[in-house]
């Protein structure tokens, strides 16, 4: 079965760090572009970082550019998210997602999401 | 940017209705646009890809068509399972926007 099981998610004070995680399992993630996609009550869904097959190719929103680091282990199939000097602004669920293989930007598997509670 | 809206953004309606949910662009995005669907507490599902084609396993009874800066979802007649939250989406070159979401309840 194609499936994607985020991880890492908790509560963490403001200015902490934390990573996430996500497992891919059913397909051969090395040959597939990945993103993380977070959403809020208040702001919805929102793109938050991409990244190549090799690791090479990386971008970010703009929210979360210089705190933010997406990388990937093609070796064990899974994905990260490593977030640094985290406000209350990036509570959320996030949720690590496939590319469609042909299309740049189009999710065609999510993970169930993982939530990330900023606060004191 | 590009910003999305999505109208209405809560449409009840009931089962074996037609329905139809509108996204614009705030400029042309040809047809850079998805639509998924979801459903509480669970993560969004792909639904139509390029304004118009339909992800593999979706139901025929979706339809998605429009360009540039107005697109349109139509569920030809509601189902039980359809009642949801359907996002638009634009993608173009690492730049990926959600809509507001419109919320499909049961009248």
């Known amino acids: 079965e194609v499936q994607l099981v985020e991880s890492g998610g908790g509560l963490v004070q403001p200015g902490g760090s934390l990573r996430l995680s996500c497992a891919a399992a059913?397909?051969?993630?090395?040959?597939?572009?990945m993103h993380w996609v977070r959403q809020t009550p208040r702001k919805g869904l929102e793109w938050v970082s991409y990244i190549g097959t090799s690791g090479r190719d990386i971008y970010y929103a703009d929210s979360v550019k210089g705190r933010f680091t997406i990388s990937r282990d093609n070796a064990t199939n899974s994905l990260y998210l490593q977030m640094n000097s985290l406000g209350a602004e990036d509570t959320a669920v996030y949720y690590c997602?496939?590319?469609?293989?042909?299309?740049?930007?189009?999710?065609?598997?999510w993970g169930q999401g993982t939530t990330v509670t900023v606060s004191s | 940017d590009i910003q999305m809206t999505q109208s209405p953004s809560t449409l009840s309606a009931s089962v074996g209705d037609r329905v139809t949910i509108t996204c614009r662009a705030n400029?042309?995005?040809?047809?850079?646009l998805a639509w998924y669907q979801q459903k509480l507490g669970k993560a969004p599902k792909l639904l139509i890809y390029?304004?118009?084609s339909l992800d593999s396993g979706v139901p025929s009874r979706f339809s998605g068509s429009g360009s540039g800066t107005e697109f349109t979802l139509t569920i030809s007649s509601l189902q039980p399972d359809d009642f949801a939250t359907y996002y638009c989406?634009?993608?173009?070159?690492?730049?990926?926007?959600f809509g507001p979401g419109t919320k499909l309840d049961i009248k």
């Open positions: 390029d304004a118009s």
């Open positions: 400029q042309s995005i040809s047809s850079w």
């Open positions: 997602a496939r590319d469609i293989d042909f299309l740049l930007g189009v999710f065609d598997i």
């Open positions: 059913g397909f051969t993630f090395s040959r597939y572009e």
């Open positions: 989406q634009h993608y173009n070159s690492h730049m990926f926007t």
